[in-house]
C-alpha cells in the first residue's frame, strides 16, 4: 500500500481565499465642527444659576428659641418606611432609626459642626455638676435637671492588660426622688444651653447648606 502524501496550504493561502470584511464605518466622516465664527455663533447651553449662599450671621440677629433643623431626604436604606425586614432591631431600619428619613451630606456636616460647637462650650466634668444644672447624663438620655450631687466612692478596681490597677471612682448624681445615675468621675457629660449660647450655636451653623433655622414658633 503507497502512501499519499497530502499538502497544507499556508496560512496566507488560506486567508487569501477567505472573503474580506466590509470597512468599518467612521463615526466621525460626516461631522462638522465649524468655522470658528460658526462655533461663536453656535448657542450656548443655559447653565443652572447656583444657589445664592446664605449670609452669615450673628446672635444678635438671631431670636431666642430658635431651632436648628438639618436636611434630611427619603431613607435610600428602606425607601421611607421605616422598616427593614432583616434588621436584627425589630425590624426596624438602622439607617433611619425608623423614622424613614435620613441626612443628607449637607445635613450631615451642618450637624457635624452644630455637634463640634456643643462638644466645645458645654462639656462639663462629671466632678463639676452642681444642683439646679440641667445636663444630659448619657446621649441617649434627654436633658434633666440635677436635685442632688453625692461624693466620689470608689466601686471597685480595674487594670488594662498586664498594667496596674486602678481605682473606678463613681459620682451618683440624681434627678428627682426616684431617678439617679452613677457617673465616672473622669468622664464628662453636656449641660443644656443658656439662651444666649443657643443663639450663639445657631449663628455658628445658619450659613451652612444643610441647616435651616426654624422660628420659636414653629
Avoid at 462639663?124 to 444642683?131: Q, S
Avoid at 451618683?172 to 457629660?189: C, I, K, N, Y
Avoid at 449663628?203 to 451652612?208: F, I, Q, S, T
Wanted: glycine share 10%; proline share 10%.
Amino acid at each position: 500500500m503507497t502512501a499519499t502524501r497530502v499538502r497544507i496550504p499556508s496560512i496566507n493561502e488560506l486567508m487569501a481565499n477567505c472573503p474580506k470584511p466590509a470597512p468599518l464605518a467612521d463615526p466621525y466622516a460626516d461631522a462638522h465642527c465649524g468655522t470658528r465664527e460658526e462655533q461663536a455663533a453656535a448657542p450656548r447651553p443655559v447653565r443652572k444659576p447656583a444657589a445664592p449662599r446664605k449670609p452669615r450671621l450673628t446672635a444678635a440677629q438671631i431670636a431666642p428659641g430658635t431651632k436648628v433643623t438639618f436636611e434630611t431626604d427619603t431613607c435610600g436604606r428602606c425607601s421611607g418606611t421605616g422598616s427593614y425586614p432583616s434588621s436584627a432591631w425589630n425590624g426596624v431600619c438602622l439607617g433611619c432609626n425608623g423614622e424613614g428619613k435620613s441626612l443628607t451630606a449637607a445635613g450631615r456636616a451642618a450637624k457635624k459642626a452644630y455637634d463640634g460647637w456643643t462638644a466645645e462650650h458645654l462639656t462639663v466634668p462629671v466632678t463639676a455638676i452642681e444642683p439646679g444644672m440641667v445636663i444630659q447624663a448619657s446621649p441617649v438620655d434627654p436633658y434633666r435637671t440635677v436635685t442632688a450631687v453625692g461624693e466620689p466612692t470608689i466601686n471597685g478596681r480595674s487594670c488594662i492588660g498586664d498594667g496596674p490597677w486602678t481605682d473606678s471612682v463613681s459620682v451618683r448624681v440624681e434627678f428627682g426622688p426616684s431617678r439617679a445615675h452613677g457617673l465616672l468621675a473622669d468622664g464628662t457629660v453636656k449641660r443644656a444651653a443658656t439662651p444666649e449660647e443657643g443663639r450663639e450655636r445657631a449663628a455658628h451653623v445658619a450659613h451652612l447648606k444643610g441647616a435651616t433655622l426654624a422660628p420659636p414658633s414653629a
